[in-house]
């Protein structure tokens, strides 16, 4: 992590103090700003663009969409709530304990080789593949934070590829 202020995360009674730092923190800023981005234009896609490309589908092709596009709403609204909790803490509106508890905190997901049809259009996948990485993101902020190293979670090969795609693509 650059945020000099995140570093080093102690456990145990300091662990409140370093819930409370994340939360002020710039990399917090960061985080929350590109998460209800994400969750704001994915919501204006479903609801425009993506919902006029799932009707020119074939059947299989709109299942695949309509199942795909709940994995990625539920998993944005994940990060949401994960993100308005540690905004919760930074205002003072909840307790770094309270945010401890499991309730508020992201699961484990299981991780998707690839899109489930060959046909679902880009921009879809596009946000899928940007959804992961959010939500990889935070859920490796959350594991630190709240469980220290104990627990650090591997890194997802398939969202490398697909990153090191993406960048091969863009440039």
């Not at 994960?82 to 309730?103: K, N």
């Not at 709240?146 to 960048?167: C, F, I, K, R």
Request: with cysteine; hydrophobic share 40%; glycine share 6%.
């Amino acid at each position: 992590m650059g945020d000099p202020s995140f570093s080093e995360l102690p456990a145990g009674p300091d662990r409140a103090r370093t819930v409370r730092d994340f939360a002020r923190s710039e990399l917090f800023d960061r985080t929350f700003r590109e998460g209800m981005e994400l969750v704001e234009e994915t919501a204006a896609y479903l609801d425009g663009e993506g919902r006029r490309e799932s009707r020119i589908l074939s059947r299989s092709a709109a299942l695949a969409y309509a199942a795909e596009s709940m994995k990625l709403t539920t998993r944005l609204m994940q990060i949401a709530s994960w993100l308005l909790v540690q905004r919760a803490v930074r205002e003072g509106d909840m307790t770094p304990e309270t945010a401890c508890e499991p309730r508020y905190r992201l699961n484990e997901r299981k991780i998707d080789a690839e899109p489930s049809h060959a046909e679902l259009p880009i921009a879809l996948v596009e946000y899928l593949v940007r959804s992961e990485k959010l939500f990889d993101r935070a859920l490796h902020l959350d594991r630190r934070m709240y469980l220290g190293d104990a627990e650090e979670t591997p890194p997802n090969p398939v969202l490398s590829q697909l990153g090191m795609l993406e960048a091969a693509f863009r440039g």
